[in-house]
């Protein structure tokens, strides 16, 4: 940890000048590729998702910023009601082809991989480098299957507009404000999935992922067949940023995630250094990475506490907390 330390050059306690600065330029985020199962990389359309937002809602970066100021204090002072929340979610299934149609044991199998990846049983949990072994975190956030909701489209592919949560073409979230909603489409423009931050349109609210991506049986295959984009999207649903902050040796408000030069791909090699100042060990392995599934097996305790602080009381999502 003292190794650690040394590489940490980091991040937060922002003023309110410089988190209205930032927010006002962030808003959804949203995972892109080519084909699911032969993509070769992540990558991002999140500018073009923020502009389109930022236009309808010119309110939403004052609305963030609130969020991110309470959350910076709730780091610091709060803790959640025993140490638990449980979400209850609800999987709106929007198909076209069979195979699109996914299955429950499928839906099943993503609901399984967030319970593991958000209370540290996930099985690579043990290959966190011992660099990081001293801030790996077990969140203990559950995730409960409440229902399955499916609709047969006419529609092939589904962009980034969320038209597949109107119910003209798609499914309406069912109760937001305390049910994270999930949807599985077939994504176009090359979309593994993307995320509503807090702060956004309850009637939007929720995780949209690609069918192929979702879960770790059934129509799943490729790097991106282990149900990490979920926990990915999750994180982000929950207030994580990218870990590189979205800018070259950004910040991702987070203190003991080591600053990294921009995203990874791929399975990089450890130790993989960024040139960073203080050119510290990257935390490629972390959920909020690029890296493929397989390389991705980590939350940090600076993140598990971020994620906390929106559900204390006052926090964004309070009303998932018990």
């Keep these: 940890l003292l190794i650690y330390n040394k590489f940490i050059m980091k991040k937060i306690i922002l003023s309110a000048a410089a988190v209205l600065m930032l927010f006002s330029c962030q808003n959804d985020v949203t995972e892109t590729a080519t084909d699911a199962s032969v993509l070769s990389q992540r990558g991002c359309a999140s500018h073009e998702v923020l502009e389109a937002q930022m236009k309808a809602d010119p309110t939403l970066a004052l609305r963030m910023n609130k969020i991110e100021a309470f959350t910076q204090k709730a780091m610091l002072t709060s803790r959640l009601v025993n140490g638990k929340v449980e979400i209850p979610v609800v999987v709106n299934v929007l198909y076209k082809t069979a195979a699109e149609n996914i299955s429950l044991a499928q839906i099943q199998s993503q609901i399984d991989v967030l319970n593991e990846d958000f209370n540290a049983t996930n099985a690579d949990f043990g290959n966190v480098p011992a660099l990081f072994s001293g801030v790996k975190a077990n969140v203990g956030i559950t ?44 994504m176009g423009g090359g979309i593994l999935g993307y995320a509503q931050f807090p702060g956004g349109s309850s009637v939007t609210d929720g995780v949209v992922i690609d069918n192929n991506a979702f879960g770790r049986t059934g129509t799943v295959s490729g ?54 100042t203080g050119t510290p060990v990257e935390m490629t392995m972390n959920y909020m990475d690029y890296t493929d599934d397989r390389g991705m097996y980590m939350f940090s305790n600076g993140q598990k506490t971020r994620m906390a602080a929106l559900f204390v009381s006052g926090g964004a999502r309070a009303s998932f907390g018990i």
Aim: proline share 5%.
């Design 143 to 186: 995730f409960v299957l409440q229902n399955v909701v499916r609709k047969s489209t006419n529609t092939t592919s589904w962009s980034t507009n969320d038209a597949m949560k109107k119910s003209a073409k798609g499914i309406a979230p069912t109760t937001p404000t305390t049910v994270l909603n999930m949807w599985s489409c077939n």
């Design 223 to 276: 790097v991106y067949s282990l149900g990490r984009t979920a926990t990915h999207e999750v994180g982000h649903w929950m207030n994580l940023r990218h870990i590189w902050g979205d800018a070259s040796c950004g910040s991702d408000f987070v203190s003991d995630t080591p600053t990294h030069d921009t995203a990874n791909y791929g399975v990089p090699a450890y130790p993989h250094y960024s040139t960073c």
